[in-house]
C-alpha cells in the first residue's frame, strides 16, 4: 500500500513522538510515476523505531 505524502502528514500528526522527527529525518520513499510514495509498512517500521528511541530517551532523562 502505497501513501502520498498528504497522507504521510496526516498520520504523523496524530502521533506526538513521531511529529518531533518529521520536520528533521528522512523517511524512506520510492518514486512512482509523478511523485514519491512511501510505503505503508516503511512508515510503520519508521514510526514505532522512532517510539523506542524516544521512550529510551525519555526514560534516560528521567533517571538523571
Given amino acids: ?30 518514486w512512482c510515476g509523478d511523485g514519491w510514495r512511501f510505503r505503508e509498512r516503511d512508515l510503520e517500521a519508521w514510526i514505532a523505531q522512532h517510539r523506542r528511541r524516544t521512550r529510551s530517551t525519555d526514560e534516560q532523562r528521567a533517571s538523571n
Fill in 1 to 30: 500500500n502505497l501513501l502520498t505524502h498528504e497522507e504521510v502528514i496526516e498520520r504523523l500528526c496524530d502521533i506526538p513522538e513521531a511529529r518531533r522527527y518529521a520536520i528533521t529525518c528522512v523517511l524512506p520513499a520510492v
